[in-house]
């Protein structure tokens, strides 16, 4: 089915403009050794207001959270070089960092997948990241901010 | 007017032909929602950055196999991992598709297997490529022509 015009986006920006506007605070870090899925990434959080940072690999995310950056969310792979995903999860739980991180893998194993979530993370996703992983992870973000207040 | 609905026209065609042949998936259809009047160009840097991204794994999984020594599948596997994890994001269903065969190979550590899956993931790639290609110069001509291109569901 054709729709007609020419670039639309499958978010609403008009009528989402609320949902932007409340995740204009929220800082997300995308870590993944792949400059294709940290583009991909990076344009989908984009469309939901989000602010963005990326780190090539794990060794990149832990030393941006030990120079004092902070991060609501990350998004995490697991196969990088240098740091793979779930060592930079356990280093990140390890310094105190209580951030959302949500793997986000292609691995195929249910084992391998719980491996990687008992390294710390929230949750884990499989690639490709989706709006509607992300629509679900905000409600998540924003929930907690309001138990926090 | 007329050649601008002639060419978006052609570009719905051949663009279903790509779904219906497997070539693509809806996840192409995704990543083509969020190009807008700020990263015009979107889809064609992802591409492109998928399209090197695969020439280096290729490359990759080619000397592995190519290793008179004996094989390192884990390194094979590994390569395979992460063209099947990009070529998912892009929506390349058929390159994606070959990886998850080329993986089944690697864990049984069969050479041969290996190797046809590798030129099967050539292929594949090629074609994508070439398609992608044709596509984008569809789009290109649209717009030349001051039309808009179209949104496919």
Known sequence: MVLGKASSSSLSMKSDEDVVNNNNNLRVLVVDDSPMIRKLHDMYLKKFG?????????????????FGASFDLILMDKEMPVMD?????????????????????SLD???????????????????????????FLLQEL???????N | MDVVNQLRRQFVDY??????????????????????????????????L?????EKLINNMGRALEQQQGVDFKQVDA????????????????????????RSFCEAQNREGCLRCLQQVIHEFSLLKNKLQ?????EQQILTAGGSIPVIE
């Open chain 2, 50 to 54: 998928f399209f090197e991204d695969c």
């Open chain 1, 85 to 105: 995903g779930a060592e930079a999860t356990k280093e990140l739980r390890a310094m105190g960092v209580k951030s959302m991180i949500v793997g986000v893998t």
């Open chain 2, 79 to 102: 390569s395979v991992h992460q063209l099947k994890g990009s070529s998912s994001s892009i929506g390349a269903m058929r390159v994606k598709n070959v990886c998850i065969t080329f």
């Open chain 1, 142 to 148: 924003n929930k907690n901010n309001n138990d926090k």
């Open chain 1, 50 to 66: 989000l602010e963005v940072q990326v780190a090539e690999n794990g060794k990149n995310a832990v030393e941006l959270f030990r």
């Open chain 2, 134 to 138: 044709t596509l984008f110069r569809l």
């Open chain 1, 109 to 135: 194993s249910p084992y391998e997948k719980q491996v990687f979530m008992e390294a710390g993370l929230n949750y884990c996703f499989n690639k490709p990241l989706i709006a509607d992983n992300i629509s």
């Open chain 2, 15 to 48: 663009s279903t032909s790509l779904h219906r042949e497997g070539i693509l998936d809806d996840q192409f259809t995704q990543l083509q929602k969020l190009q807008d009047e700020n990263s015009p160009d979107f889809v064609v840097e992802v591409a492109s």
